[in-house]
């Protein structure tokens, strides 16, 4: 069973850092493109970041360009989020999916986690 477990969200204040993770399970993970997808309340889903297999091509959406990184290890089964200079408008639940053979900005997935809420208030 294909499995995507998140972690590592939390409160925090503007300007504040936070990391995410997501643990694969039941798939090999180091074959993949991953992705990070948010959805603020109310909203619809937004993709902000993509990774390529093996971790040397990274993509980000404007929203969050120069503010997150995306970093994988593949040893590990696992994908990170590095979330700096938190802003309240990044305040959303944040999912890693896969499921696209290539980096691009879509949002329809075959595979997602539950999410991890993160939430930036002062």
């Known amino acids: 069973e294909v499995r995507l477990v998140e972690s590592g969200g939390g409160s925090v204040q503007p300007g504040g850092s936070l990391r995410l993770s997501c643990a694969g399970f039941g798939f090999t993970f180091s074959l993949f493109v991953m992705n990070w997808v948010r959805q603020a309340p109310g909203k619809g889903l937004e993709w902000i970041s993509c990774?390529?297999?093996?971790?040397?091509?990274?993509y980000y959406a404007d929203s969050v360009k120069g503010r997150f990184s995306i970093s994988r290890d593949n040893a590990k089964n696992t994908l990170y989020l590095q979330l700096n200079s938190l802003k309240t408008e990044d305040t959303a639940m944040y999912y890693c999916a896969f499921g696209n053979s290539h980096c691009d900005a879509r949002t329809e997935f075959d595979y997602w986690g539950q999410g991890t809420q993160v939430t930036v208030a002062s």
């Open positions: 990774i390529n297999s093996g971790g040397e091509f990274t």
